[in-house]
T-cell receptor, first 112, second 114 residues
Framework: DAKTTQPPSMDCAEGRAANLPCNHS???????VYWYRQIHSQGPQYIIH???NNETNEMASLIITEDRKSSTLILPHATLRDTAVYYC?????????????FGPGTSLSVIP | KAGVTQTPRYLIKTRGQQVTLSCSPI?????VSWYQQTPGQGLQFLFE???????NKGNFPGRFSGRQFSNSRSEMNVSTLELGDSALYLC?????????????FGDGTRLSIL
């Protein structure tokens, strides 16, 4: 699976959009981009995933660049409950595993 | 629908003991995977079960084992516990139909070894 790079931390004002970037320059054509988040003491929560088209659901939007080498997770109106560590993962399929599935992620702090 | 349920949420054991953790997947999900999460190593894959068969295995010693029942519920067992086994153990389930379906995690069992 392709390696991802994310900034270690970000701040966002409550009510504003949070834009979390992820670089996956070695992504291959059949690899999907998945986003999860983890709030302290809870399990990772699935947010969204996509292959090459932009995706939107009730939680967030996923923007994937045309060359697929990077993506951005957008939380349109961040709330204090969105404070969490966000993980960007690139993988072919659920049957493909690495020893370490999630990297360090981005710690997002939503500020009142 | 109900999410992935893991029991117990917290467990305290001593070195040398053994422990069994339980996971009930989302209804209809047939794939169950187990992960170990520690501050230093992050999230590491233990193994995956599908239709009662172990299909993938991570790089953990044989003290870590698991099984899956016909109703897709899964258990993980760790024998001869060591201090380094203290971690959050997470279970994740997926539909195992289309290959791009995401895994959904439970809130984990926090295991502390004294």
């Amino acid at each position: 699976d392709a390696k991802t790079t994310q900034p270690p931390s970000m701040d966002c004002a409550e009510g504003r959009a949070a834009n979390l970037p992820c670089n996956h320059s070695t992504i291959s054509g059949n690899e999907y981009v998945y986003w999860y988040r983890q709030i302290h003491s809870q399990g990772p929560q699935y947010i969204i995933h996509g292959l090459k088209n932009n995706e939107t659901n009730e939680m967030a939007s996923l923007i994937i660049t045309e060359d697929r080498k990077s993506s951005t997770l957008i939380l349109p109106h961040a709330t204090l409950r969105d404070t969490a560590v966000y993980y960007c993962i690139v993988r072919v399929a659920w049957t493909s595993y690495d020893k370490v599935i999630f990297g360090p992620g981005t710690s997002l702090s939503v500020i009142p | 629908k109900a999410g992935v349920t893991q029991t117990p949420r917290y467990l305290i054991k001593t070195r040398g003991q053994q422990v069994t953790l339980s996971c009930s997947p989302i209804s209809g999900h047939r794939s169950v995977s187990w992960y170990q999460q520690t501050p230093g190593q992050g999230l590491q894959f233990l193994f995956e079960y599908f239709s009662e068969t172990q299909r993938n295995k991570g790089n953990f010693p044989g003290r870590f084992s698991g099984r899956q029942f016909s109703n897709s519920r899964s258990e993980m067992n760790v024998s001869t516990l060591e201090l380094g086994d203290s971690a959050l153990y997470l279970c994740a389930s997926s539909w195992a139909g289309a290959s791009n379906q995401p895994q959904h995690f439970g809130d984990g069992t926090r295991l502390s070894i004294l």
